[in-house]
């Protein structure tokens, strides 16, 4: 079966600090797999996609994921956080060739960063 | 810039009441999606479709109907809502294959009393 884990439903940080958001997934082949960040009242965002090549994908806002297929993981990682980063993270999914788009979640990390 | 609207921003209603949530999107997409956000469930899927006219059945489909009347329009119907429904509800729009990225609206908030 197809599933997204996040095993840390909160994650509490100093800004300036380094940061790393756990993702595991569960999936046959070498899925597609995106990082969405929520600001509150706001719809998802993309951050960053993997679907092949250099296992480390550079993002927006200085983030960056980094694939293991051996550890089928997609860990998200940032060297410095800023209390602006504040957010829900999603780890997603989307499985391989002939899908419609649709993405399989994680249940979300809370970021909150303390000043 | 893409753009996914949904509307209302907010509704409440009571239970076995009629409630339409819309959403439009102006990205030439041809796939449109509704999601709803719930704690402990993260996102789930309710419907989605690939063009005007067409519909396709989510993971989680039960007491909604939609219907996308144009490949801008795609609205989620409840047609007797129950306070189970009370939810965050997202409509978003892609491209339709896998590496594509979703660009989703702000959501719209359902209370069912």
């Known amino acids: 079966a197809q599933s997204v884990t996040q095993p840390d439903a909160r994650v509490t940080v100093s800004e300036g600090a380094s940061l790393q958001l756990r993702c595991k997934y569960s999936?046959?082949?070498?899925?597609?797999l995106f990082w969405y960040v929520q600001y509150p009242r706001q719809g998802l965002q993309l951050l960053l996609k993997y679907y092949s090549g250099d296992p480390v994908v550079q993002g927006v806002n200085s983030f960056e994921a980094e694939f293991s297929k051996s550890n089928s993981s997609f860990h998200l990682q940032k060297a410095s956080v800023h209390w602006s980063d504040s957010a829900v993270y999603f780890c997603?999914?989307?499985?391989?060739?002939?899908?419609?788009?649709?993405?399989?979640f994680g249940l979300g990390t809370t970021l909150q960063v303390q000043p | 810039e893409a753009a996914v609207t949904q509307s209302p921003r907010n509704k409440v209603t009571v239970t076995g009441g009629n409630v339409t949530l819309s959403c439009r999107q102006t990205n030439s997409h041809n796939y449109m999606y509704w999601y709803r956000q719930d704690t402990g469930h993260g996102l789930r899927l309710i419907h989605y479709?690939?063009?005007?006219?067409?519909?396709q059945i989510g993971d989680v489909p039960d007491g909604y109907k939609a219907t996308r009347t144009t490949q801008e329009d795609f609205f989620l119907l409840l047609e007797l809502a129950s306070p189970s429904q009370t939810s965050l509800y997202f409509c978003a729009s892609g491209l339709g294959s896998s590496q594509n990225t979703l660009y989703f609206g702000a959501g719209t908030r359902l209370s069912v009393l």
């Open positions: 997603a999914l989307s499985p391989g060739a002939g899908n419609t788009g649709k993405l399989i």
């Open positions: 999936y046959s082949a070498t899925p597609y």
């Open positions: 479709s690939y063009g005007a006219g067409n519909l």
